[in-house]
């Protein structure tokens, strides 16, 4: 048993209209009781910020409910027991789990999964390429967009945490060619000199629509779509037929106020015979043992290139949210909490 | 051998911007040669009028090679045969073709499908409920749309060729509910009173949007896309988790002149793992066998009532076209010839 602690959580203390300020948020210290048989004690090493969490934001139907209000900012973090009255989670397991945003978890033991570190891949991969960002782009582009060796792919976001992964999977499968868009020169460069793209663009240069047909000459067989809006339009321009789409997010979309229109060329779906699937990962968990198994593999022999930006402390974990979701980062954006 | 007679023949005279003209059209007779050895002469009793000849019409990249100006306007079409210089094909032999808006067809025997008429069934229904149209039906529920017994089924355009079938077959596989929309009064009659679907409304008494939800307390899983545009807007708001949309035409925007923004709620698309997956019906004719089959045998049991709309006379092939593209059918829009 350990004494009381203090755990640092931010909590959201109204739901943002449009983009989120630091009013939507509050910081807020609690003292956590003593342990209750069963119970561990939990120091975040890091914790996640998803795209994901804006519509947890909102009041709305959705795949996860909504935060509530008055409550902490729940997600994915990685830490390590510190104390612990459950057996089978001594102190010093790195563990995962989804208390979110907070320095200092705690709970029932079952709350928390031990995870087994890859040699050379810190335990903040399971926040990321080794974890749902990670099987995300896998069963995306495996699964959802049924991905064939020779397929054409292009990627939106393709810097961040999904869409990195989702063009290195590619190219390891066999991909014809694999192009990706990002929101800076530096990622485009990224994109190609790094993680093996064969193609990209700054979408911030030009429109989309413009700027793909160039870099994909003979069309697009799979879209991962990372960001929707002119993304999915250009993509949908361009897309051979029988190709499919796995709708990922629409980052573009998430901070909208009004309901923007959609693509003017849904028709294509019909003359080219594309598929467009929306999914969330959450419902694919079945493919995460065999993925790890081979996502493992990759890393110990350096096939797979990944990134994370690492926002300090917990105080900042909504400035790293925004900055996310504003495009700053380059892989997984983290927070640090220890 | 017979000797030569007059085909008279539709051509298509120019390309139309928007909704077709008789202006676009020309009505040519051509003195047709005495027959080659290996080739027959078919008087054909009906020709089939389809949406998807208006997209033949541009000279845009499709799943079919635009119509040629100067040339006839091909599709399909059902006759008998009257002279043969082709064993294959005698006299009398009922016989589907593909040479379309003309009285007379001639060609090699190859070009013509000897067709085997179901008792009590007109051989024009090869042009509708056993051809192409019903055909389109079957393998956009069962198998674009995954059809499982127990969804619930909203068809657009559900009075006419394809969607009175759908919401038949759908009936007869064990829907929960299926719901139609139509274009007037009397077509939402037929759909509840003569097709079976348990609700049904006019699309022209108030945007979808707003009536759909009121039919379809319970959501809809399986969406059958004959219109597109505000149809498949409304039908995003109210698809259940994992719901399926088989895009099959969108009628609503085929003769528009510029490109018309998507719906705005594509984010519905992630949030309840939604799939949109266009179709042409000429990518799967490895179902006409099984389809034939077994709606040849809902029709000998009387399970599924169909309609035609029957135009008379090669002459007035535009009309008929023009009509059904404003909706003026119940059921397969045919022109008879004979």
Chains 1, 2 share one sequence.
Request: proline content about 5%; some cysteine.
């Amino acid at each position: 048993m350990s004494t009381g602690t203090v755990s640092t959580q931010i909590h959201l203390a109204s739901r943002p209209t449009g983009w989120p300020t630091a009013e939507n948020f509050r910081t807020v210290r609690v003292d956590l009781p003593n342990l209750a048989p069963g119970q561990v004690r939990v120091e975040n090493s890091h914790i996640s910020v998803d795209p994901y969490m804006r519509g947890r934001m909102n009041d709305v139907r959705s795949y996860v409910p909504p935060f509530a209000v008055g409550e902490v900012m729940t997600g994915g973090a990685v830490g390590e027991v510190v104390a612990s009255a459950a057996e089978e989670l001594p102190v010093g397991t790195t563990v995962l789990h989804q208390q979110g945003w907070r320095d200092v978890a705690q709970g029932d033991a079952s709350d928390f999964t031990a995870v087994q570190p890859v040699p050379g891949v810190p335990a903040s991969a399971f926040l990321g390429v080794l974890g749902m960002t990670g099987l995300t782009a896998w069963v995306g582009l495996t699964t959802i967009a049924s991905f064939r060796p020779g397929d054409t792919v292009f990627v939106s976001g393709a810097a961040g945490a999904v869409g990195s992964v989702v063009g290195q999977i590619a190219r390891l499968l066999g991909a014809k060619r694999v192009i990706g868009s990002a929101g800076s020169a530096e990622k485009v460069r990224l994109l190609t000199e790094r993680y093996g793209f064969d193609a990209a663009f700054n979408y911030k240069d030009a429109p989309v629509r413009e700027q793909l047909p160039a870099h994909a000459p003979d069309g697009v067989d799979v879209y991962f779509d990372n960001v929707g809006g002119d993304h999915l339009e250009a993509a949908l321009d361009v897309m051979n037929d029988d190709g499919r789409a796995a709708l990922c997010g629409a980052i573009s979309q998430y901070n909208a106020t009004g309901a923007a229109p959609g693509p003017d060329n849904l028709g294509n779906l019909v003359t080219r015979r594309l598929t467009l699937r929306g999914f969330i990962v959450g419902h694919h968990l079945d493919h995460a043992t065999e993925y790890r198994e081979r996502m493992g593999a990759w890393l110990r022999d350096g096939a797979v290139a990944t990134d994370e930006t690492v926002i300090e402390g917990i105080d900042h974990a909504v400035d790293g949210f925004l900055a996310m979701m504003r495009g700053e980062n380059v892989g997984k954006m983290l927070i640090r909490t220890r």
